[in-house]
């Protein structure tokens, strides 16, 4: 994407905060843009630029995006045709990692299992090397019933604990 953006009053430029509006019809619009009442909950993209530059009201910031969404790569490049400054960065050799993240990160969390990952170890412990996947299938539904809401979900449960996690 190419975006040419007008600076609306002086200040110093550390990158571009990016968001998006979509119009999905007529007078139906979808947006997480952080100035807008009703956004949707979607994180927008600080893109920083190598060093702070200060920047006139009415001077013109030129950006080009591009993204590999699949793979977590953006680059982006920034042209102030003012001074003709130039800024290109990307994810290549990093990561972008939001706040939650960087908080699973920390040593000091203190880790709790979620319920997909007890409802999985319900599976694993009928996994004891003597039953076949028709008898662990029944054991987890004979046993925990509730486990999930239905007992399809259930037997697509077991299925793909099996299929992932017991060769």
């Given at each position: 994407?190419?975006?040419?953006?007008?600076?609306?009053?002086?200040?110093?430029?550390?990158?571009?905060?990016c968001w998006f509006d979509c119009e999905l019809g007529p007078e139906a619009w979808m947006t997480n843009?952080?100035?807008?009442?009703h956004r949707i909950n979607r994180p927008q993209a600080f893109l920083p630029i190598d060093e702070t530059v200060s920047v006139a009201s009415g001077e013109v910031i030129e950006l080009t995006l591009m993204a590999r969404?699949?793979?977590?790569?953006?680059?982006w490049a920034v042209h102030l045709p003012a001074t003709g400054r130039r800024f290109s960065q990307s994810t290549f050799h990093g990561v972008a990692i939001s706040p939650f993240h960087l908080a699973q990160s920390s040593p000091a969390?203190?880790?709790?299992i979620s319920a997909e990952a007890r409802a999985r170890q319900v599976v694993w412990n009928y996994c004891d090397g003597r039953r076949t996947a028709r008898e662990v299938e029944e054991s987890v539904l004979?046993?925990?019933?509730?486990?999930?809401p239905g007992e399809g979900e259930i037997r697509r449960l077991v299925a793909d604990v099996l299929a992932r996690d017991a060769p």
């Open positions: 994407w190419n975006a040419r953006l007008q600076v609306e009053r002086p200040g110093k430029l550390h990158g571009l905060g843009s952080p100035c807008a009442p969404p699949g793979e977590g790569l953006i680059a969390r203190v880790p709790t004979r046993d925990f019933p509730a486990l999930l």
